[in-house]
């Protein structure tokens, strides 16, 4: 590993989308990360390599269908390592959404009317409904863990309470799309283990923050999305390999897999790999040897990559905090303790005293800035912190490579939105 210094012009510039202007030549800042992410020019790459030499379905015994083989192999690989999964553990959908359904209906085999599932009030909707209209489907009961208004962390100790030998399943998010507040996963897991439950993660909005180790977290099942870091529309689930095998069933005979059912995109699973290499990229590149530790390979480059761009992101989040907390009006929502960062990704939420959030947002887009507003799919977390009627919050997603001269310039836009409500 190089170990230079995060060269941000050096990874924007591997990021054709960013050179985006509006009409009159205004630079685009793509600061609506958490939505889905800018995607580097290796994996535009991989899509046009894909259909000039690949292109061809599964099973055939010619050139490219043998090709159209090695690319769905490297991508299952390439997604083993970036969760640290057993061979074999990982399998590719259209979407996490789509794949939580699919697992939630494949549980369902194992459950009966009364058993209990534990969601939380802070997840973004699919890790929530999913198990929702199973409960209605099957005569289950959903126990809901509690977010704390204050900081809009889970109440971990009324989780405690819910937990019981009815308990069979406990799907939790990793961290908040809304507000970026990182959950205790390992320990929630460890304690729905104690009860004799499952565990389903959503760690949708945590894999382009942090590493993620589905052998250290110990859980069942794992979900995220390709189109979040970095790569194309797409879905994972990890599931423990025994696991799979039991709750497997919903397919056409001859699929070759019990949770791959149909064709799915190749193109997309050669653009997935390459969006895996552009993290281990980071990691060679400006990662620190010590944070492989205890991964070798492209594993550890990996796990180097997502903490090299962790501290990068923490820096501009501090930055973006510094920011918003000294325009007059501005309230963030979630962690903004400066020693509690570790407890938050590099999404962030605010509220004003002097426009409906909707209203920032287009402005914000008119100046070039893109943002989001509403409450991004987390429904029941914007109806706990009280912000439904108001119309949720602005929320803004820093990514790789976002610059500190992005976050200035979105401050600044919102100063003056500030100044000029206060005339």
Same mark, same amino acid.
């Given at each position: 590993?190089?170990?230079?210094?995060?060269?941000?012009?050096?990874?924007?510039?591997?990021?054709?989308?960013l050179?985006?202007?509006?009409?009159?030549?205004? =630079?685009?800042?793509?600061?609506?990360?958490?939505?889905?992410? %800018?995607?580097?020019?290796?994996?535009?790459?991989?899509? #046009?390599?894909?259909?000039?030499? *690949? /292109? *061809?379905?599964?099973?055939?015994?010619?050139?490219?269908?043998? &090709?159209?083989a090695e690319?769905?192999?490297?991508?299952? &690989?390439?997604?083993?390592?970036?969760?640290n999964?057993? &061979?074999?553990?990982?399998?590719?959908?259209?979407?996490?959404?789509?794949?939580?359904?699919?697992?939630?209906?494949?549980?369902?085999?194992?459950?009966?009317?009364?058993?209990?599932i534990?969601?939380?009030? +802070?997840?973004?909707?699919?890790?929530?409904? =999913?198990?929702?209209?199973?409960?209605e489907?099957?005569?289950?009961?959903? &126990?809901?863990?509690?977010?704390?208004?204050?900081?809009?962390?889970?109440?971990?100790?009324?989780?405690?309470?819910?937990?019981?030998?009815?308990?069979?399943?406990?799907?939790?998010?990793?961290?908040?799309?809304?507000?970026?507040?990182?959950?205790?996963?390992?320990?929630?897991?460890?304690?729905?283990?104690? *009860?004799?439950?499952?565990?389903?993660?959503?760690?949708?909005?945590?894999?382009?923050?942090? =590493?993620?180790?589905?052998?250290?977290?110990?859980?069942?099942?794992? +979900?995220?999305?390709?189109?979040?870091?970095?790569?194309?529309?797409?879905?994972?689930?990890?599931?423990?390999?025994?696991?799979?095998?039991?709750?497997?069933?919903?397919?056409?005979?001859?699929?070759?897999? %019990?949770?791959?059912?149909?064709?799915?995109?190749?193109?997309?699973?050669?653009?997935?790999?390459?969006?895996?290499?552009?993290?281990a990229?980071?990691?060679?590149?400006?990662?620190?040897?010590?944070?492989?530790?205890?991964?070798?390979?492209?594993?550890?480059?990996?796990?180097?990559?997502?903490?090299?761009?962790?501290?990068?992101?923490?820096?501009?989040?501090?930055?973006?905090?510094?920011?918003?907390? *000294?325009?007059?009006?501005?309230?963030?929502?979630?962690?903004?303790?400066?020693?509690?960062?570790?407890e938050?990704?590099?999404?962030?939420?605010?509220?004003?005293?002097?426009?409906? =959030?909707?209203?920032?947002? #287009?402005?914000?887009?008119?100046?070039?800035?893109?943002?989001?507003?509403?409450?991004?799919?987390?429904? /029941?977390?914007?109806?706990?912190?009280?912000?439904?009627a108001?119309?949720?919050?602005?929320?803004?997603?820093?990514?790789?490579?976002?610059?500190?001269?992005?976050?200035?310039? +979105?401050?600044?836009?919102?100063?003056?939105m500030?100044?000029?409500?206060?005339?």
């Amino acid at each position: 590993m190089k170990q230079r210094p995060y060269a941000i012009d050096e990874i924007r510039s591997r990021f054709p989308a960013l050179s985006n202007t509006l009409p009159d030549g205004t =630079p685009i800042a793509f600061l609506d990360g958490p939505a889905g992410t %800018q995607v580097p020019e290796t994996v535009i790459d991989a899509y #046009r390599d894909f259909f000039l030499h *690949a /292109n *061809a379905n599964s099973g055939g015994d010619w050139i490219t269908s043998n &090709r159209q083989a090695e690319v769905a192999d490297a991508a299952h &690989r390439a997604a083993e390592d970036l969760l640290n999964a057993p &061979r074999e553990s990982v399998k590719f959908g259209a979407n996490m959404t789509t794949l939580n359904f699919d697992l939630s209906r494949s549980l369902a085999r194992g459950l009966k009317a009364g058993d209990e599932i534990i969601v939380t009030m +802070l997840d973004h909707d699919a890790n929530y409904s =999913p198990w929702k209209l199973l409960a209605e489907d099957h005569g289950l009961v959903i &126990r809901g863990i509690r977010v704390n208004p204050e900081d809009a962390t889970l109440d971990m100790e009324q989780y405690t309470t819910l937990l019981s030998s009815r308990t069979k399943i406990v799907a939790t998010g990793m961290s908040s799309n809304a507000v970026g507040t990182i959950n205790p996963s390992k320990e929630i897991v460890r304690l729905a283990h104690e *009860a004799g439950a499952l565990t389903v993660l959503d760690a949708v909005c945590s894999t382009p923050h942090y =590493p993620i180790d589905v052998q250290a977290l110990d859980t069942d099942f794992l +979900l995220c999305s390709p189109y979040k870091f970095y790569g194309p529309h797409a879905g994972l689930l990890f599931g423990r390999l025994e696991l799979l095998e039991r709750y497997g069933r919903y397919k056409v005979r001859p699929a070759h897999d %019990q949770w791959e059912t149909g064709t799915p995109s190749f193109e997309g699973m050669a653009g997935v790999t390459a969006a895996i290499d552009y993290l281990a990229w980071i990691g060679e590149e400006f990662g620190s040897p010590a944070d492989t530790s205890p991964l070798t390979g492209r594993r550890g480059a990996i796990r180097a990559g997502i903490r090299a761009i962790g501290r990068h992101e923490r820096a501009i989040t501090t930055q973006l905090l510094d920011g918003l907390e *000294a325009i007059p009006g501005v309230t963030v929502r979630g962690i903004t303790d400066r020693d509690r960062l570790d407890e938050r990704t590099s999404i962030v939420s605010f509220t004003t005293t002097f426009a409906h =959030p909707d209203a920032i947002q #287009r402005a914000l887009g008119a100046l070039g800035i893109q943002t989001w507003s509403g409450d991004f799919y987390a429904v /029941n977390a914007i109806e706990s912190l009280g912000l439904t009627a108001s119309g949720g919050t602005v929320r803004i997603g820093l990514m790789s490579y976002n610059s500190a001269a992005e976050v200035d310039r +979105l401050v600044h836009a919102v100063r003056a939105m500030s100044g000029a409500a206060q005339v």
